[in-house]
T-cell receptor, first 114, second 110 residues
Framework: KAGVTQTPRYLIKTRGQQVTLSCSPI?????VSWYQQTPGQGLQFLFE???????NKGNFPGRFSGRQFSNSRSEMNVSTLELGDSALYLC?????????????FGPGTRLTVL | EDQVTQSPEALRLQEGESSSLNCSYT??????LFWYRQDPGKGPEFLFT???AGEEKEKERLKATLTKKESFLHITAPKPEDSATYLC???????????FGTGTRLQVFP
């Protein structure tokens, strides 16, 4: 079974631009979560979607948004990029809707903001 | 406040030198604890899930244990390929997100 895939793998943007990242979960998985990973803050939860509905949201500004499609694929968008948004953005999928379901991570998208 | 703390931050071991990594947590109503391994530039790779105090799980040279306040990841006779950052995570009560510790960066030298 194919794992979680994320595109693009690398991205370079300038301040003020916006960016859209894509995540395809493992086949049959309906929950998708997004995380931001930086050297200083570690892995921080952004949001989680299940059946096209955002169920949980982390403490990030409104510039960070996401959505999930009917095929469980998910996108996250960051508008008005800031230098501090440079990070590895990770997507994870799990089969069900509970936190005790194991989350399987994709390889991440490395975003660099100049 | 829900919190996950891992120690040590970094650990250097000689090949074959066994040791343990610690993950302590302060969440109410623990429903599970996850261990992941992360190689540089890659996403975390799932290792174990522990659900209740006293539970233990093993995989090759790794063994994870859980008490009411902390979890240990024991590494027996490590090899250089075990070098990675090891992360633990817990879901706080009444939410489905995961809180991650900052990880232990393990380096195993031949």
């Amino acid at each position: 079974k194919a794992g979680v895939t994320q595109t693009p793998r690398y991205l370079i943007k300038t301040r003020g631009q916006q960016v859209t990242l894509s995540c395809s979960p493992i086949s049959g998985h309906r929950s998708v979560s997004w995380y931001q990973q930086t050297p200083g803050q570690g892995l921080q939860f952004l949001f989680e979607y299940f059946s096209e509905t955002q169920r949980n949201k982390g403490n990030f500004p409104g510039r960070f948004s996401g959505r999930q499609f009917s095929n469980s694929r998910s996108e996250m968008n960051v508008s008005t990029l800031e230098l501090g948004d440079s990070a590895l953005y990770l997507c994870a999928s799990s089969p069900g809707a509970t936190s005790t379901d194991t989350q399987y991570f994709g390889p991440g998208t490395r975003l660099t903001v100049l | 406040e829900d919190q996950v703390t891992q120690s040590p931050e970094a650990l250097r071991l000689q090949e074959g030198e066994s040791s343990s990594l610690n993950c302590s947590y302060t969440v109410s109503g623990l429903r599970g604890l996850f261990w992941y391994r992360q190689d540089p530039g890659k996403g975390p790779e799932f290792l174990f899930t522990l659900y209740s105090a006293g539970e233990e799980k093993e995989k090759e040279r790794l063994k994870a244990t859980l008490t009411k306040k902390e979890s240990f990841l024991h590494i027996t006779a490590p090899k250089p390929e075990d070098s990675a950052t090891y992360l633990c995570a817990v879901p706080p009560y009444n939410t489905d997100k995961l809180i991650f510790g900052t990880g232990t960066r393990l380096q195993v030298f031949p």
